[in-house]
C-alpha cells in the first residue's frame, strides 16, 4: 500500500484496532481510527466517533473521512465485542444486539464505503472474524453465530467486487489479550442448570485470552494483507487458530466434540 493511502479501523480505542491503528500510522499510513467514546483520541492517528449500530452514525464518520482526506483505500471493519451465555439463556434481544454490532455494524460500514470504493476502482476490506466463527463455541454461541455469519458475508462480497478492484479478506484470531475480556457482556438472566458450566468455561476462555499473546501481531499481519498484491480470502492468527481447524480436519468429529468439551471442562 502507498506511502499516504487512507485507511479506516473500526473500534481503534483498544485491542487489535488500537495496535493496527498505531503500527499502520507509524508505516505512513493515513490512518483514521473510531471509538463510541466522546473526546477519544489516538496515538498518531486520528480518531472519529462511530457507533455501528447506527446507520446515521456510519455515514458521518466515513462523510469525514472523505471531507478530510477524500478517498478511502482500505477498510478494517474490527468493532465488536463477546457476548457470553448459553443459547437458551440469551434473550432474542439480546441476540439481536450482538449481530447488530458485529454483523450488521460490518454491512453498514461496508455499504457506506463501497460507493466510494467502486468510484475509485480500487479498495482494501479486511473484516475481522474469530476462531469463533469457524468453530460453535459452547456458552458463546451468539458470538460464534455472527461471527460464522462474517464469514459467509465476506466470502459472497469477496466475489461481487472483485471486478472494481476491491479485495476482500477475513483475518479469523485466535485468544488474544485485549479489552475484549474485560468488555465481555453477559446475558442479563441465568438459568442454575448451567451456572456452573458456564462460569468454568468463561473463566477458562477468559483465561487463555488474557494469557493469549499481543495484539501487535494482528497489526503486522494487517500489514501484510495490505501490502499483498493479491491478498488471500482467510488469514488465521495465533497457534490455537491454525492447529484446532487443522485437528478438526485430521480427527473425527466425535472425538473433536470430547476435545473441545474437554478443554472447557463440559465432560465433568
Ligand atoms: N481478543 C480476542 O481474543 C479476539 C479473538 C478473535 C476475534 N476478536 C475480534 O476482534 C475484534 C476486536 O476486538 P478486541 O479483542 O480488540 O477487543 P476490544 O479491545 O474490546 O476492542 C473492541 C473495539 O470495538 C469497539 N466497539 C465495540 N462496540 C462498538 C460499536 N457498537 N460501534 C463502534 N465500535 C465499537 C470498541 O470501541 P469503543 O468502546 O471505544 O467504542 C473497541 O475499540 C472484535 O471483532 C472481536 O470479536 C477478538
Known amino acids: 500500500m502507498r506511502s499516504g493511502a487512507v485507511v479506516l479501523i473500526t473500534g481503534a480505542s483498544s485491542g487489535f484496532g488500537a495496535a493496527a491503528a ?24 486520528t480518531m472519529l466517533p462511530l457507533d455501528v449500530r447506527s446507520d446515521a452514525s456510519v455515514a458521518a464518520c466515513v ?14 471493519n474490527n468493532a465488536g465485542y463477546t457476548l457470553a451465555g448459553s443459547v437458551e ?28 470504493m467502486r468510484a475509485q476502482r480500487e479498495g482494501r476490506i479486511v473484516n475481522v472474524s474469530s476462531l469463533a466463527g469457524l468453530i460453535g463455541l459452547p456458552f458463546h454461541a451468539m458470538y460464534s ?25 477475513l483475518i479469523e484470531p485466535g485468544d488474544f489479550k485485549t479489552g475484549a475480556t474485560a468488555g465481555r457482556e453477559r446475558v442479563a438472566s441465568g438459568l442454575a442448570d448451567y451456572a ?9 476462555m477468559a483465561r487463555a485470552e488474557q494469557s493469549g499473546p499481543d495484539p501487535i501481531l494482528f497489526a503486522r499481519l494487517l500489514w501484510q494483507i495490505l501490502a499483498a498484491k493479491r491478498p488471500r480470502l482467510r488469514y488465521r492468527l495465533g497457534k490455537d487458530a491454525v492447529w484446532v481447524p487443522r485437528a478438526r480436519k485430521l480427527i473425527p468429529e466425535s472425538a473433536f466434540e470430547w476435545l473441545l468439551r474437554d478443554e472447557y471442562k463440559l465432560n465433568e
Open 22 to 45: 498505531r503500527l499502520l500510522a507509524s508505516r505512513g499510513l493515513t490512518v483514521f481510527g473510531t471509538s463510541r467514546r466522546e473526546g477519544a483520541t489516538g496515538e498518531g492517528f
Open 63 to 76: 462523510d469525514e473521512v472523505i471531507r478530510r482526506a477524500g478517498r478511502i483505500d482500505a477498510l478494517v
Open 89 to 116: 439463556e440469551t434473550a432474542i434481544e439480546e441476540a439481536k444486539a450482538q449481530f447488530d454490532t458485529n454483523f450488521f455494524g460490518m454491512t453498514r460500514m461496508v455499504r457506506a464505503v463501497l460507493p466510494i
Open 145 to 169: 453465530a455472527s461471527k460464522f455469519a462474517i464469514e459467509g458475508l465476506s466470502e459472497g462480497l469477496r466475489q461481487e467486487v472483485r471486478r472494481f478492484g476491491i479485495e476482500v479478506s
Open 196 to 204: 456452573t458450566a458456564r462460569e468454568r468455561a468463561i473463566e477458562i
